[in-house]
């Protein structure tokens, strides 16, 4: 085998485990539900899926295992120009479609908005600095996000660090190592969540380092995991796993949040994580997990701008709850047609054009 072709079968996709890619879409789908509610109930008390934005915990753990099965075994052999190549290809198709539907729905949400106080060059380079995944937290009709054109955006950019990090540092360190950052990072969720009563933050500037701490403890341990083998044989199966995974978004909301939020995080996705790498999937249930798995991040990643003119509308007119009910579920079942379409038409063909490229440079 020549070097380029040794090159090109490192850069090959591995196996999927099936049922946490089905998760993670259970998970995604709960933050859409979850924006259209915290509009709704400003009391997150009265929230049936208070606790919709822990998904993202969930997300950054699943992936702390999913980098470490992908590449623990392979980046030194593919480099890391390769590596992060892998991952733009991977991700930023996604972060630039989410940013032209933010800045879409910014300047022709039909039920509000604000366009008179900022000035061209400040969206100019507010959608900028989102394409390129530059925090930028300026614009208060956007709550101060991170990523005005595209909140969800600032999970991405923790997740870069994260893919930097574990580049230059994480996949050279020993098991013993990764603990003990493991065991650091869970003290800072701790402080986090005594600190600001919860783990909501990180999405805003003035919550930035809160996604510091986030990313940090879930993606170390979904890498000490996957390392450990910490791989728990079971038969709940994807019914069973989304059902406990459900629980964590719908517990009550309490005063005891800085208490019951750290321990969903520290203990019980990781514990998640290692029933669903052990767990069986039935047959039956294969198409829908690797349904769930593949619309999850175009789900997640070109929702947000639907919410922020859904929040206009329901400022504005206040519908009663059948009105707001069936808007809900029809924009829910909309954003995921949307979001298949997008992944169809321009997500997958874009990243096979990009990956059949890459190939195609390597074997010159």
């Known amino acids: 085998?020549?070097?380029?072709?040794?090159?090109?079968?490192?850069?090959?996709?591995?196996?999927?485990?099936?049922?946490?890619?089905?998760?993670?879409?259970?998970?995604?789908?709960?933050?859409?539900?979850?924006?259209?509610?915290?509009?709704?109930?400003?009391?997150?008390?009265?929230?049936?899926?208070?606790?919709?934005?822990?998904?993202?915990?969930?997300?950054?753990?699943?992936?702390?295992?999913?980098?470490?099965?992908?590449?623990?075994?392979?980046?030194?052999?593919?480099?890391?120009?390769?590596?992060?190549?892998?991952?733009?290809?991977?991700?930023?198709?996604?972060?630039?479609?989410?940013?032209?539907?933010?800045?879409?729905?910014?300047?022709?949400?039909?039920?509000?908005?604000?366009?008179?106080?900022?000035?061209?060059?400040?969206?100019?380079?507010?959608?900028?600095?989102?394409?390129?995944?530059?925090?930028?937290?300026?614009?208060?009709?956007?709550?101060?996000?991170?990523?005005s054109f595209n909140a969800p955006a600032w999970s991405l950019f923790w997740e870069y660090i994260a893919n930097i990090v574990y580049a230059f540092v994480l996949y050279r360190i020993g098991r013993s190592f990764l603990l003990l950052l493991t065991i650091l990072s869970a003290v800072a969720i701790c402080y986090v969540g005594y600190n600001s009563g919860n783990l909501i933050g990180g999405w805003s500037g003035p919550t930035f380092w809160d996604g510091c701490a986030r990313i940090s403890y879930s993606f170390l341990a979904g890498l000490l995991i996957y390392r450990s083998n910490?791989?728990?044989?079971?038969?709940?199966?994807?019914?069973?796993?989304?059902?406990?995974?459900?629980?964590?978004?719908?517990?009550?909301?309490?005063?005891?949040?800085?208490?019951?939020?750290?321990?969903?995080?520290?203990?019980?996705?990781?514990?998640?994580?290692?029933?669903?790498?052990?767990?069986?999937l039935k047959p039956g249930l294969k198409k829908a997990c690797v349904f769930s798995g593949k619309i999850s991040y175009p789900l997640y990643m070109t929702h947000y701008a639907v919410l922020w003119m859904f929040g206009n509308y329901y400022t504005n007119f206040k519908s009663d709850t059948t009105q707001l009910t069936l808007i809900v579920i029809t924009s829910v079942a909309l954003l995921v047609g949307f979001a298949y379409l997008v992944m169809v038409v321009y997500d997958i063909p874009l990243r096979n054009y990009l990956n059949a490229k890459r190939k195609e440079k390597l074997t010159k």
């Open 1 to 147: 085998m020549s070097a380029s072709q040794s090159t090109i079968a490192v850069l090959e996709t591995k196996q999927h485990f099936e049922i946490l890619d089905g998760l993670r879409g259970i998970a995604a789908f709960a933050v859409v539900v979850f924006h259209f509610m915290e509009w709704i109930f400003t009391d997150p008390s009265k929230n049936f899926i208070g606790h919709g934005f822990l998904a993202v915990d969930f997300f950054f753990c699943l992936s702390g295992f999913v980098i470490g099965y992908a590449y623990d075994d392979r980046i030194a052999k593919m480099g890391l120009r390769n590596f992060f190549i892998a991952r733009i290809i991977r991700l930023h198709p996604l972060v630039i479609a989410g940013s032209i539907l933010g800045l879409l729905a910014f300047l022709f949400d039909p039920f509000g908005g604000h366009l008179e106080l900022y000035s061209t060059g400040k969206i100019i380079l507010t959608f900028i600095c989102s394409i390129f995944l530059i925090p930028f937290p300026v614009i208060a009709d956007r709550g101060f996000n991170l990523f």
């Open 230 to 280: 910490w791989v728990i044989k079971n038969k709940l199966g994807f019914g069973g796993l989304t059902f406990l995974l459900l629980l964590a978004f719908i517990m009550p909301f309490s005063e005891w949040n800085w208490i019951s939020e750290p321990l969903v995080v520290l203990l019980y996705f990781p514990l998640l994580i290692s029933f669903g790498a052990g767990a069986i």
